[in-house]
């Protein structure tokens, strides 16, 4: 099927806004470098400015390929994701930071190969849950292999650990689960074996158990466990209806952990306050609106899948990444996409962008 019109104009600049919005707070969030030594904030501020070009360069690329390509290929990029997400095992190649093992050194940088695990899972969720049709809801063709793919996916990012992004993995397949038809019975099947195994897991890795007592209790450890929150709270709090100003934040200067990394929004809370923050959620939630939108006018049931999936991915991301900000859920250490610092996160998401793109050259008017 040849693309019938242009792509969709509105969704394009509401990237482009977050973009845009993400860049002027990432600088100001950068000067909170300054003060920690170990860090050279030249070589961030390049890096960031080298995965912006990339960005857009991967964006416009993937709105020129046909999402039809896509489909067919989907089955060899989900296991090339997932061998290259495997990799970070093997000593000398995988990078531990944190206590966690995600990274991957290609020489000049790393990339976090979990974030192309993300797009592969969608590609090929999207082609296997078209193919399935009727038998959807077959348990031994259905739920038995998605539940299977599930596992997989879990096992290889426990592992790591990287429970943030198993999380939004899995809301983002539930969701496409859902919309692909998927009974109800298997709906709360996935969704009790999803509770299941995050709270398997608070018992098995005490900083999971650690976090979510924090969440309950923020003060209960607050020059250590709960520190962040803490100080997360501080910001977004001192930063009022209108903010303290850009560059004028205090909070990113030695207290806040990761400025530019999980808690930038805090950052942006405290410099453009209540409308700042607002303005951002604003702009994530017309993204999902649009995006969605795209999703119900698509030719055909993998494209719908797919922008379903990439839309609730990054909705499910963001919200958990302003929620651990806010307190209103616990930390995961994940970034704010479009903005926070994230090379390997930032480009694949704007490649996401870019297929959604090329998907509405073809949605009905």
């Known amino acids: 099927m040849r693309p019938r019109k242009r792509v969709d104009s509105f969704f394009l600049w509401i990237v482009i806004g977050l973009v845009s919005i993400g860049t002027f707070i990432f600088i100001s969030a950068w000067f909170g470098l300054l003060v920690r030594e170990e860090v050279r904030y030249s070589s961030v501020f390049f890096m960031h400015t080298v995965s912006i070009v990339l960005g857009f360069a991967a964006l416009f690329i993937a709105s020129k390929v046909p999402y039809q390509f896509w489909k067919k290929s989907s089955f060899y990029i989900f296991v090339g994701s997932i061998v290259l997400t495997l990799l970070v095992f093997i000593p000398g190649l995988g990078v531990t930071h944190g206590g966690a093992t995600r990274w991957l050194d290609i020489g000049v940088t790393s990339i976090q190969p979990a974030e192309f695990l993300k797009i592969g899972f969608l590609l090929y969720f999207a082609a296997l849950l078209s193919s399935l049709k009727g038998d959807i809801n077959s348990l031994r063709d259905g739920v038995l292999p998605i539940f299977g793919i599930f596992a997989i996916i879990g096992v290889i990012l426990v592992k790591q650990p990287d429970t943030g992004t198993f999380m939004v993995i899995f809301a983002s397949g539930l969701a496409m689960f859902i919309a692909a038809g998927g009974k109800w019975k298997y709906i709360m099947a996935f969704v009790m074996s999803g509770i299941t195994t995050i709270t398997a897991l608070a018992y098995a890795r005490p900083y999971i158990m650690e976090r979510f ?32 100003g850009f560059g004028q934040s205090i909070q990113k200067f030695g207290y806040l952990p990761e400025p530019i990394g999980d808690s930038i929004f805090a950052v942006a809370a405290e410099e453009f306050g209540f409308i700042g923050a607002a303005t951002i959620i604003v702009l994530f939630l017309l993204l999902a609106f649009r995006g969605l939108q795209i999703a119900k006018k698509t030719p055909n049931q993998f494209s719908g899948l797919l922008v379903t999936g990439i839309v609730i991915l990054i909705i499910a991301q963001s919200f958990i990444n302003i929620g651990a900000m806010l307190g ?29 793109l090329n998907i509405s050259k073809y949605t009905k008017s």
């Open 213 to 244: 007592l924090t969440f309950f209790d923020p003060a209960r450890d607050s020059l250590d466990a709960g520190w962040q929150i803490k100080q997360s709270l501080i910001a977004i709090g001192s930063g009022g209806v209108f903010g303290r």
């Open 328 to 356: 209103v859920l616990p930390l995961t250490g994940m970034p704010l996409l479009f903005i926070s610092h994230g090379g390997t996160a930032f480009i694949l998401v704007m490649f996401a962008m870019g297929i959604i």
